[in-house]
């Protein structure tokens, strides 16, 4: 009976393992995929991470860019210099189908108008503007006018023309860019993803065709529509053959001067002056066909129509280089701003503080000379240019004050050694007597890793690759101002090679203790330094030229005080004369 019983309960824990080896391979495969999706998780939850890394780099990148353009706009500046546009061609306008209705005529032949042509956008250089913010990021041509009835055609849209400043640079961006916006084919083709062929052809056949009410499915069975649908892809398939052609020579234009349209010799008695609409870079679609041009032997009554074209879409990069003359560089404070001031006698409004970065957008001044070498900024009754907050300051007490004679209201000295002609006025009278003129480009500071685009290096940089010469200012009054010169050379020269050769002269600024007042160990000092700032622009800063080489001009200067600067004014005229004979 034992033995019988340990029989049964051999057998019995046997059937029990069976039952219980499917459940236990159940739970190893599960602990498996525990393992797996705990491991995927983790692989997940550290890509995420990464992920969440990458995107604060980003929001931080753009938080410090949003913060630098507000920076630059502050004061009410809102000066831009590269822009990203999208530009679009004006649509064609639609044609019509229609037919001609008059009393004992009620069958009267097809009268569908033709649709307009869709306007062209131009790109016209424009002097009076110095900046790129009044442009907008999408602009798009005007749309042609749709056909009409009794054979009246649409109306061709206007161009439409975006202005922009002498010296911008335009170039189309190419397939592969991020920034470039899809083109007219490309943003059809992306309509049509996930579309089944039926769905394709009906939304292709309804973009491109007009029909007459409840004539829809009688047309597409007929065969005459059938080969005008064929003829209209060929007439596709040749206009997108000429788009892709089109790439091949993109647009490239630097707008460094305005034009003209100039009428042909040739051109027939009584032409007009046509105005010039600037450079084509958008053109527009053409309209769409009125039923009478569908109208055939085998088809006496078309009931179809063709939708204007699209206009052409393209991405254009506008970068504003500003063209001066003379382009001043220069550290942070070293007295640049106040150097323009005082050449143009307070006309150019720049911000002038103690603190670095005050001028964080390029500003340009007008100087103009007599024969004698005199300037007009040297006239304007002004010789001590203070900080911009002492000298609204003092404006302020000039207007409360009732004192009559202007030169006690304003409390100044007269400490320039160019004492004005008495028989020039500046202004009007100015006029009679200036023989030349030439701009000055007060721009912002540079810091080291400047060429590397630290901080707004390029935007900085930017502004002085048209200038003709380039004229370094340095701060006088620090323990080592060929130092900073040195720095200077090096990233002009890691910008763009061979920039430092338009360099002519060296302004020692704030070199108010050279008049010989004050202490004299730190007059030496001073007399000492500009010494030493001579010799090392000698031996160091000379630059070759294919006439042999040439040494920078060292000009100490005061230009709070209005010190040494006729002698300044003169240099420069030399150099952009020069220049412009050179360009010539």
């Known amino acids: ?20 080896r499917p459940l236990c391979r159940s739970l190893s495969r599960q602990r ?15 890509a995420a991470i990464e992920t969440q890394e990458d995107g604060e780099n980003l929001q931080d990148f753009l938080r410090r860019k949003r913060k630098t353009e507000w920076k630059r706009r502050q004061g009410g500046q809102s000066f831009l210099d590269n822009l990203v546009i999208n530009v679009r061609g004006g649509n064609g306008g639609d044609g019509c189908v229609a037919f001609h209705r008059e009393k004992w005529k009620p069958m009267g032949p097809p009268s569908g108008g033709s649709g307009g042509r869709g306007g062209d956008v131009y790109i016209l250089p424009t002097p009076n ?9 999408r602009v798009r041509g005007a749309a042609g006018g749709n056909g009409q009835g009794t054979w009246q055609n649409g109306k061709n849209a206007p161009p439409t023309i975006i202005k922009v400043p002498l010296g911008t640079v335009i170039r189309e961006l190419l397939p592969g860019d991020p920034r470039r916006a899809k083109d007219e084919w490309e943003a059809e083709e992306e309509s049509l993803e996930g579309l089944s062929p039926e769905e394709r052809r009906a939304k292709l056949r309804d973009d491109r065709w007009i029909h007459y009410p409840r004539y829809a499915d009688d047309n597409v069975n007929r065969d005459v529509f059938k080969q005008a649908e064929a003829a209209l892809y060929r007439e596709e398939r040749a206009r997108r053959w000429a788009r892709k052609q089109r790439l091949l020579s993109p647009i490239n234009l630097d707008l460094d001067k305005t034009e003209e349209a100039v009428v042909s010799d040739d051109a027939p008695l009584g032409t007009g002056q046509q105005e010039w609409l600037g450079h084509v870079v958008a053109r527009g679609g053409t309209g769409g066909l009125g039923n009478p041009h569908f109208l055939s032997p085998m088809n006496r009554s078309p009931k179809f129509a063709t939708r204007g074209h699209e206009g052409e879409r393209i991405t254009l990069y506008l970068e504003l280089k500003i063209l001066a003359d003379i382009g001043l560089v220069g550290m942070p404070n070293a007295g640049k701003s106040t150097l323009l001031r005082a050449l143009t006698g307070g006309r150019a409004k720049t911000e002038v503080a103690g603190y670095a970065f005050t001028t964080l957008n390029p500003i340009v001044g007008v100087i103009r000379v007599t024969e004698d070498g005199t300037f007009e900024g040297a006239l304007q009754g002004e010789n001590i240019f203070d900080e911009t907050a002492i000298e609204e300051e003092r404006l302020r007490e000039r207007e409360l004050s009732d004192v009559e004679n202007s030169e006690e209201q304003l409390g100044l000295q007269d400490n320039s050694p160019d004492s004005p002609r008495p028989d020039i006025e500046p202004g009007h009278d100015f006029d009679i007597h200036e023989t030349f003129r030439f701009t000055v480009a007060d721009n912002p500071g540079l810091i080291s890793g400047a060429s590397e685009n630290v901080g707004l290096g390029h935007s900085f940089l930017r502004s002085m690759e048209r200038s003709l010469a380039l004229v370094y200012v340095v701060d006088l009054s620090r323990p080592e101002p060929w130092d900073e010169l040195r720095d200077l050379k090096d990233e002009l020269e890691k910008y763009q090679p061979g920039m430092s050769s338009k360099a002519h002269m060296v302004i020692a600024n704030k070199a108010d203790l050279l008049g010989g007042e004050g202490d004299p160990d730190a007059v030496e000092e001073a007399r000492e330094k500009l010494r030493r700032l001579e010799e090392y622009v000698k031996t160091e800063m000379v630059v070759k030229t294919p006439d042999g080489e040439r040494i920078l001009d060292v000009i100490p200067t005061s230009a709070k005080m209005s010190q040494n600067l006729k002698k300044v004014v003169v240099l420069m005229q030399k150099y952009v004369q020069q220049a412009r004979t050179v360009k010539v």
Not at 1 to 20: D, F, G, N
Not at 32 to 46: D, P
């Open 32 to 46: 498996r995929l525990f393992h797996c999706t705990v491991a995927a998780r983790q692989e997940a939850s550290n």
């Open 1 to 20: 009976m034992l033995i019988r019983s340990l029989l049964r309960l051999v057998s019995t824990l046997k059937l029990i393992a069976c039952m219980l």
């Open 129 to 137: 503007l110095t900046t790129l913010s009044s442009i907008p990021k």
